[in-house]
């Protein structure tokens, strides 16, 4: 039942926005009494913050996969661009609501994802700055722009990206690999 | 006073979110009346409607003067970008609403700016082509997917950058277009 209320929950939150869906509105779409909800979980607030855990706890675990693995820097920047691209089919309105409604945590929980987003953020600014000490990238690169414009480019699809149409999500990936690295990959 | 409910509006949606601000709210925060504000506006979506189409009616003007302009394809990325980047200092938070607070927009009022957005993109699509075209792109190109990636890029900033920082917005512009540029262009 906790599952199906997150399920759910993410595809109301998704539809009509956080602050417009009433627990009232979700148990109503499950057909179960505010009873059950609140036996899950404290407030519509608590159930936000576990979507946001699950979320970035997932891709951070992920993320440590790839990063700890035998593979060139340039190799790792391409599994974290097919991480956050992969996504969009694997879990999208997770990832809308992820990405949209941090602003309705309460101060200390909103506190605790971004320090994890951040995470997630320096562990590719150091993987940057990793290539651009072994020479795989461009000396002038600055380690912090580029982690931003990397996210930016991933994280921007989620606007736009239908993974069930014309181009599938490995062609983007892999467009989007060309353009960053024919970028920023030193082929001198 | 109708600039000034405008840009108070923009300072509560922004900071509040627009369905946690009231036109209470923003009467109170200007020490004036209802009466005032309704003198104004139909409605607090009359006022998202209204900022909504001043921001992307200038942006679309300020694209069609560098579009309309002797450059080359090049050279007009190139301004893009910068239009979307000096915007974050220019109209931050006006910015913000607009990337945020479409969803609250009346159905009709949605379809007409995101047919306006949707014009915005297409220009640069058009550019793209035009540079596949003439050979200052590289051949192999989609121009769908690389105006995506120059759009995200831009908007993402909105995110992270601060023009007060350390990175100036023209260092920003610069890096950003040499990161798009020597990933997209034809230098064979």
Known sequence: MKTKIITKSIELFERNGFTETSVQHIVDALHVTKGTFYYYFDSKEALLMEIHLAYIDDLLQRQTTILTQQLSVKEKIKAIIGLLIFDIERQGKSAQIFLKEIRHLVAENGEKIK??????????????????????????????????????????????????????????????????????????
Chains 1, 2 share one sequence.
Do not use: C, M
Request: aromatic share 10%; charged share 20%; glycine share 6%.
């Open 115 to 188: 320090a994890k987003r951040n995470a997630f953020r320096l562990n590719i600014e150091h993987l940057i700055q990793q290539g651009i000490e072994n020479k795989e990238l461009k000396q002038t690169l600055r380690a912090d722009t580029i982690t931003f414009a990397i996210l930016g480019i991933s994280n921007y699809s989620y606007n736009w990206f239908n993974p069930q149409g014309e181009i599938t999500p490995l062609a983007l990936v892999d467009s989007y690999v060309e353009i960053i690295l024919n970028g920023i990959s030193n082929d001198s």
